[in-house]
């Protein structure tokens, strides 16, 4: 028996069939696929290395992302990577890493980041975010579902670099560096100004670098420019910053750049380490301008600055004596207001016992005893509202007693001459008298307002005058020593004895000129300005410290350095002269109101005297005046890796706006500002 055969299938059937066999495969493909993803996860992970670290030392941040390989035949775009903020650090970006793991079939990448703290202290780092999406099937259409990832949170503690063997001239350098020094042209002339130029290179965080403290005695300098190189290694940052200085040689012939040395801190081998330039000779041609060697004084020469011969005693620069001036100030207006109220409490009592019959008279006798005008003297229109208002009545109220006398007045002529045809009718005499008792009433608070302004004024006047005096001490033996090391031409000697004068008697100008002049030939812009400034701020009339501010490269006349040539004792003197014969000329012409109207042209102009001798005592002070004693860049924050910008001049004087810490903001001459040292300037307030 055959078996029947079987049907053949169709075309249509055939490709029915593979397709559902394609299906089926894709299928299982995607499923294997989702399996591998379930096995083999994406990893993400921050690490922080060195954990503890010195401030200016360099801490890496790597974030490292492992994709496995089925996971990134899946991937239909690239994930989303959001690095965290580092706050309170420098972050600097390191080359991104990339390598495979053929065991496990994985990609590694990592990124990296330097950071630099800038204070001691602990800080910490938030988790970095990963997103990415995978499809929930093969299908080119099928949705996707996004994955986020989150990093572990790592931080990272600073401490500063030893005490132990610090060098003297270390200035917070950290790192390991290379210095190198040059000079361009190296054939100058003299009075011509050159490059001086030093490299600092090797491995650490350039930015941070300071610049070095430089001096030589055949040349001057002048700080000029600063330049960083950034150089980013796998792990590590470095690269180079190049130093500028004008060098402009005083003296011809041979001369040489002697070893510059620069101290830095080693965090690698957690030590202190100086690196050394080579000398850089020069050969210097004459010039324009005559070179003259440097030499000591002898017998019969002349100092450049003339020097004060003596001290000249405690300055005051506001009244002296004080609290005699408050109680002399406080007590010039007492005569004045108990005159006014005893003739006030001398006239209520008559008053009371010859009251006025009339309103007119109740009128006229209320505003002679309270506001001291004579309604009989202002007949004028107007003229008795002007005169109240004088007296400091208000003028609605002055209007409302000028319409209340007219009214007076009518209801007195119209009962002898009776009433015309249009006139409107009088009122009766108890709502005049009403009227007036009750507009008396606040012609009387008013007055009494007026005369608590004049104890106002009393009392304005005396925080105006008031003014600080200093105990005066002796100095003379310092002062002797300095005269002495003076004329024998050690400058340097004689510019620290004057200063030991001068902080010995603090308010004495002599001590204060002569330590700015033996700065002056010290060298010492810095000192010289400190010196020739505060002297000038206890003697401000003096021309001869006004041309020696001028010899100062910095601007010493203008802005927050300026001096107004105005002693305040005497403009505190005038003021309390005008404030006595304005109370005294108000005592004599006093009836029974204060009659301030006739004295404001004493009393007024005295308090504004008083308010601008305050406000020079107050300039003069210079409590929130700086002088720059070493040049360095203004910083964008307080922190020595900040940005850099313009470098003030060494005696230049600026106004602390801000104090945070060991940082000054100021502003300075032209519209700079920035972050500054306190180390490196000295303040000029005068106590």
């Not at 499809?135 to 949705?143: L, V």
């Not at 290379?178 to 009075?191: C, K, L, Q, T």
């Not at 005008?578 to 308090?607: D, E, I, T």
Request: with cysteine.
């Amino acid at each position: 028996m055959h078996d029947a055969p079987q049907p053949a299938l169709g075309a249509g059937a055939t490709k029915a069939l593979g397709a559902v066999i394609t299906i089926l495969a894709a299928a299982v493909v995607f499923a294997g696929d989702a399996a591998a993803q379930a096995e083999a996860r994406v990893g993400f992970r921050a690490a922080l290395s060195p954990d503890t670290i010195y401030v200016g030392q360099q801490a890496t941040y790597s974030l490292t992302v492992r994709i496995p390989v089925g996971v990134r035949r899946l991937l239909r775009r690239n994930p989303e990577f959001v690095p965290p903020e580092a706050r309170g650090m420098l972050a600097y970006e390191l080359p991104l890493a990339r390598r495979s793991d053929a065991e496990a079939e994985a990609e590694l990448h990592t990124f990296r980041r330097a950071l630099f703290v800038l204070t001691p202290g602990r800080y910490s780092i938030a988790p970095a975010r990963l997103t990415y999406s995978m499809p929930q099937s093969a299908s080119f259409f099928s949705r996707e579902e996004e994955q986020v990832l989150r990093s572990e949170g790592v931080s990272v503690v600073a401490i500063e670099p030893p005490t132990t063997g610090r060098p003297a001239d270390w200035r917070g350098a950290v790192g390991s560096w290379r210095v190198s020094a040059r000079v361009e042209p190296s054939d100058p002339r003299v009075g011509d100004p050159v490059v001086l130029t030093l490299r600092l290179e090797g491995e650490g965080n350039p930015t941070m670098l300071p610049r070095p403290a430089l001096s030589l005695d055949w040349a001057d300098l002048v700080p000029d420019d600063e330049r960083v190189v950034l150089e980013a290694a796998p792990l590590l940052l470095g690269g180079s910053k190049e130093f500028s200085w004008l060098l402009t040689p005083r003296v011809q012939g041979r001369q040489l750049v002697p070893v510059i040395e620069y101290a830095f801190f080693d965090p690698v081998a957690r030590g202190y380490a100086v690196a050394r330039s080579v000398p850089v000779p020069l050969q210097v041609r004459p010039g324009s301008v005559v070179s003259l060697p440097p030499r000591r004084l002898v017998a019969g020469d002349t100092v450049p600055v003339a020097l004060r011969p003596a001290l000249m005693g405690a300055r005051t620069v506001g009244i002296d004596r004080p609290l005699w001036w408050l109680l002399f100030a406080g007590l010039a207006p007492l005569p004045v207001l108990l005159r006014g109220l005893w003739a006030r409490s001398r006239a209520r009592p008559t008053a009371t016992r010859d009251a006025p019959r009339t309103p007119r008279a109740l009128l006229e006798r209320t505003l002679r005893a309270r506001a001291g005008v004579d309604v009989g003297a202002h007949t004028a229109p107007g003229a008795l509202a002007a005169a109240l208002t004088l007296e400091g009545v208000t003028p609605e109220t002055a209007a409302e007693v000028e319409k209340l006398r007219d009214a007076c007045d009518s209801a007195v002529y119209a009962g002898t001459t009776g009433r015309t045809g249009g006139a409107p009718p009088r009122e009766s005499a108890g709502s005049l008298r009403a009227r007036t008792e009750s507009l008396m009433r606040r012609v009387a608070n008013e007055a009494r307002r007026r005369g608590a302004l004049c104890l106002v004024m009393a009392a304005t006047f005396t925080m105006g005058c008031a003014a600080a005096t200093d105990d005066h001490a002796t100095a003379l033996t310092a002062f002797a020593e300095g005269q002495t090391a003076y004329a024998g031409g050690d400058y340097a000697r004689a510019r620290d004895a004057f200063g030991r004068a001068a902080l010995a008697a603090p308010r004495d100008a002599a001590a204060w000129s002569n330590y700015g002049a033996a700065g002056w030939q010290a060298a010492d812009t810095a000192a010289a300005v400190i010196g020739w400034q505060r002297a000038l701020r206890l003697d401000p009339t003096s021309a001869a410290l006004r041309e020696r501010l001028r010899r100062v490269r910095a601007p010493q006349l203008r802005g927050a350095a300026r001096v107004w040539p105005l002693p305040p004792v005497a403009l505190a003197t005038a003021a309390a002269l005008l404030w006595l014969l304005g109370w005294l000329w108000a005592f004599l012409r006093q009836r029974r109101s204060l009659p301030l109207r006739r004295v404001n042209w004493l009393l007024l102009p005295g308090l504004l005297l008083a308010i601008g001798a305050a406000y020079t005592d107050q300039r003069l002070a210079a409590r929130d005046l700086v002088v720059v004693t070493q040049p360095s860049p203004l910083r964008a924050l307080p922190a020595l890796g900040a940005d850099a910008g313009a470098v003030p001049l060494a005696g230049e004087v600026g106004r602390v706006v801000e104090r945070r810490g060991v940082w000054y903001r100021l502003e300075l001459e032209g519209g700079r500002g920035g972050w500054y040292p306190a180390e490196r300037v000295v303040s000029l307030a005068r106590d």
